[in-house]
């Protein structure tokens, strides 16, 4: 059973540019959560997502950032005109149905933006 | 807001020794406390959690203590082995919150030989 798939695993933009980063949750998964890691600091969570719903974007700033989980296919979040403050490690993790504390986590992305 | 502290950022401690990690929380509302451990470039993978209503869960050699009145709760490690040595993250979370975590800024630890 492969665990929580994150792509790319390093990202470079630069200033305004898009990023798209990619998590495909374990098999039987239906819960995603993004968190941000800031250097030197903890994770911070941004988004918690079901199938093509979003349950909490407490996390998320209020512009250029965007998160999906579609029907078919993996979770995206997207950063739009990414700033030099967006560098940072991205992580997903997923959790089964009814076991939210029980989240698995990928390797993450790690962006940069010049 | 840093809802959730650890203030020690580097534990350096001897293979078979014991490691204690510490965490504080300021939000009377947690009521759900866990330890990831991280190596580098990669994420974060769960070693022991603790519901508020017990004081202590232990799990082969990591031992969770909880102490809810000072809003502190403890990681034991014994004994400490060198495969030991990573980023340990206390997080927090409240049961209505759909497994939110909140982090604190984790602990380096190194064991030495």
């Known amino acids: 059973n492969a665990g929580v798939m994150q792509n790319p695993r390093h990202l470079v933009r630069r200033r305004g540019q898009e990023a798209r980063l990619r998590c495909s949750p374990m098999?039987?998964?239906?819960?995603v959560y993004w968190y941000r890691q800031l250097p030197e600091e903890g994770l911070k969570f941004m988004v918690y997502?079901?199938?093509?719903?979003?349950?909490?974007e407490s996390g998320m700033p209020k512009e250029r950032f965007s998160a999906e989980f579609p029907k078919e296919g993996p979770s995206i979040l997207r950063i739009q005109q990414v700033v030099r403050g967006d560098s940072a490690a991205y992580f997903c993790?997923?959790?089964?149905?009814?076991?939210?504390?029980?989240?698995?986590f990928g390797p993450g992305t790690r962006l940069t933006v010049t | 807001d840093q809802q959730v502290k650890q203030n020690s950022p580097s534990l350096s401690v001897q293979e078979g020794r014991i490691s204690i990690l510490n965490c504080d929380y300021t939000?009377?509302?947690?009521?759900?406390f866990l330890w990831y451990k991280k190596y580098p470039a990669e994420g974060p993978t769960f070693l022991i959690s603790?519901?508020?209503?017990?004081d202590k869960n232990e799990d082969g050699r990591f031992t969770v203590f909880l102490n809810k009145s000072a809003k502190h709760l403890s990681l034991h490690i014994v004994p400490s082995q060198p495969g030991d040595s990573a980023v340990y993250f206390c997080?927090?979370?409240?049961?209505?919150?759909?497994?939110?975590?909140?982090f604190g800024a984790g602990t380096q630890v190194v064991v030495t030989p």
């Open positions: 098999k039987g998964h239906s819960h």
């Open positions: 997502l079901q199938k093509e719903n979003i349950i909490d």
């Open positions: 939000n009377s509302m947690f009521d759900y």
């Open positions: 997080a927090a979370s409240r049961t209505d919150s759909w497994g939110k975590l909140q």
């Open positions: 603790i519901s508020s209503i017990k």
């Open positions: 993790a997923s959790s089964p149905r009814g076991a939210h504390y029980e989240q698995y």
